[in-house]
């Protein structure tokens, strides 16, 4: 439910129908919004795109590990970089606009924002897969026939509240929701992608493929080296190159995604020119590893994108469904040990910052005391919390801060009483349970680079008497681990929206706890949570989203699940000298799909690679 008057989201055609014995206003639109007033509904281009911007030219990047499956929506084996480029999903997203979406598949929408229980999508009859044939609602429901049905678990979880899909015209489809309101589905639903109903009927969607999609989005497959690498081209017949969100989008003609066994392998890939585009993910490099020919002969230069978005969730992640992580006061005690002062400073090189919230650097970060507001939420579910928690929730939250020395001996001492206090003794010099058995467990991590980073905190826990094991496997181990929650400890990264809503029932409810392929890898089982996850969904208006998210904020930093590390407020490009940006920069993306290459750039950097 919209707080303000329904015309300051929507505008457009308002048709009354007589619906259960009262009359409800549905509105038809060219947009969806949450909580917000679309900006961009009359432009022929969005701000940040150049529609005069060449086509032509090539981009490459890197990823980490190896591929073998194409359909990335079964969830199965490991999915390839770049396949969202095949498909179009039925509204695009605002790159500057939290919770606003444009027409793509869809050129506008029929719903009720004061009762959505349900949202009609009225598709673009130009709409065609690449090979040239309708794209039509019947490949509308039959892809989200498919996705409630033979998905990984988490989006079928993601798409629970859809009751069902019906097709009313050939170029309109209804989507019903089970709950009599739920104003955040039409969004998940709109960025869905669209698959062929015709392409599938002989291919079975739960099996791993790497045999060609048909899609109906802006690129195709070109080339693919099993696990290596892959390469799209650009569809020059692709049906959506004019409408107002693609307009000076998707201007290369071919696309690549190189595979590589670590960050450290593909760094050297790229400064040989192997790939043109790389996200530097390491501090260390970022401040002292371009020093190399290409990039002082000004061949490769730097790109910093200060973002207005959440600060991705990097952290140590307990498993709570193991002992000893089934203590709160463990965990709490643990949190101590993790030392960021000296770690920015002797590692980092000062680049970083400590994340105190999982809504870092937005509006949705809870901060100091909780406000009026928040406490009357908060209230009538203190009993029901955990001593240590309830006291975390309300107070002025901040995570330990150490003096940088490296020895964090006030913050271990802190920790050691912490563990006294809560029954822990020791024997030996090592840290027992009730049970005199010696507190032991280990650290699952894929990539290399993290040892550097986690031994630290190894050293800290071993200072409080306890073993730790640090065990690397390779990528396929790592996955399956994961999904099978195969684990005692990880170090992951999540990101978060500026528009919470479904998607936190995945990330910390009690039912995505148990459920493989999930991402409640911490195992979360909080009534309190739960209550607070559906008040973030049915948030009635954006002033109320921001309230119930820093209550939730609240409830899980105090509940000491995760250990947030550091991030940064930016991200960290560097390129091989050919290309241009808009003048006008997107805030919620880099938004390289509005780039482009310049021929005479591209041309030196050719001539200097060959001359190397």
Not at 85 to 111: H, I, N, R
Request: aromatic share 14%; net charge positive; charged share 20%.
């Amino acid at each position: 439910m919209y707080s303000a008057s329904t015309s300051r989201y929507v505008f457009g055609m308002t048709v009354s129908i007589l619906s259960t014995g009262a009359w409800a206003a549905l509105q038809t639109t060219p947009f969806l919004a949450i909580h917000s007033s679309p900006q961009y509904h009359q432009l022929q281009a969005m701000p940040y795109a150049n529609p005069l911007a060449n086509k032509g030219g090539y981009i490459t990047t890197s990823s980490i590990g190896s591929f073998d499956n194409l359909n990335s929506m079964n969830g199965k084996g490991r999915s390839v970089e770049g396949i969202n480029y095949l498909f179009d999903s039925l509204m695009s997203s605002s790159l500057d606009e939290p919770g606003v979406m444009y027409p793509l598949l869809a050129e506008k929408v029929t719903f009720d924002p004061e009762k959505t229980n349900f949202v009609i999508f009225h598709l673009n009859s130009k709409a065609r897969f690449s090979d040239g044939s309708a794209l039509t609602a019947d490949d509308v429901k039959f892809s989200f026939d498919t996705f409630q049905t033979k998905s990984n678990p988490g989006l079928q979880m993601y798409l629970a509240d859809l009751d069902k899909t019906d097709v009313l015209s050939k170029y309109q489809v209804k989507m019903s929701f089970k709950s009599g309101h739920n104003t955040d589905m039409p969004m998940i639903l709109a960025q869905m992608p669209i698959y062929s109903q015709k392409d599938w009927a002989k291919k079975d969607f739960t099996q791993i493929t790497l045999q060609p999609i048909l899609g109906s989005g802006p690129y195709t497959i070109e080339k693919i080296d099993a696990g290596r690498s892959i390469r799209y081209k650009r569809n020059p017949n692709y049906w959506g190159q004019n409408l107002a969100v693609n307009c000076g989008r998707y201007n290369f003609n071919h696309l690549k995604y190189v595979y590589y066994r670590s960050p450290d392998i593909a760094f050297e890939g790229f400064k040989a020119g192997q790939f043109t585009l790389y996200e530097e993910k390491t501090a260390r490099n970022w401040v002292g590893a371009y020093n190399f020919p290409a990039f002082k002969d000004g061949k490769i230069v730097k790109y910093r994108f200060k973002h207005e978005r959440p600060i991705p969730t990097k952290s140590l992640v307990f498993n709570t469904r193991r002992a000893p992580f089934r203590d709160i006061r463990f965990r709490q005690a643990l949190t101590y040990a993790y030392d960021f002062e000296w770690q920015n400073r002797a590692l980092f090189y000062g680049q970083y910052q400590r994340l105190q919230s999982y809504f870092s650097n937005s509006v949705l970060e809870a901060k100091g005391k909780p406000s009026i507001q928040e406490l009357d939420i908060l209230k009538p579910m203190l009993s029901q919390l955990d001593p240590i928690q309830r006291q975390g929730v309300l107070s002025n939250w901040q995570y330990p801060v150490s003096d940088g020395s490296g020895i964090n001996r006030k913050n271990l001492l802190h920790a050691r009483q912490l563990l006294l206090n809560a029954g822990y003794r020791y024997q030996d010099g090592r840290l027992v349970d009730a049970k005199s058995q010696p507190v032991k467990f280990e650290i699952l991590i894929q990539q290399q680079d993290l040892q550097r980073t986690l031994m630290p905190f190894i050293r800290n826990l071993k200072r409080l008497g306890i073993q730790v094991l640090l065990r690397q496997v390779d990528g396929p181990q790592y996955t399956e681990r994961m999904r099978n929650i195969d684990f005692d400890m990880i170090v992951d990264e999540m990101p978060q929206s500026l528009t919470p809503a479904g998607e936190q029932a995945q990330l910390w409810g009690s039912q995505a706890a148990d459920q493989v392929g999930n991402y409640n890898y911490a195992g979360i089982k909080n009534p309190v949570i739960d209550k607070l996850i559906q008040q973030v969904i049915n948030a009635p208006n954006r002033e109320e989203l921001i309230v119930r998210t820093r209550v939730l904020d609240r409830l899980l930093r105090a509940g000491y699940y995760q250990i947030p590390m550091f991030g940064q407020s930016e991200n960290w490009f560097a390129y091989w000298h050919m290309y241009k940006q808009p003048y006008v920069k997107p805030k919620l993306s880099v938004g390289i799909d509005y780039w482009w290459s310049d021929a005479a750039q591209a041309k030196q950097i050719t001539q200097y690679l060959r001359q190397q």
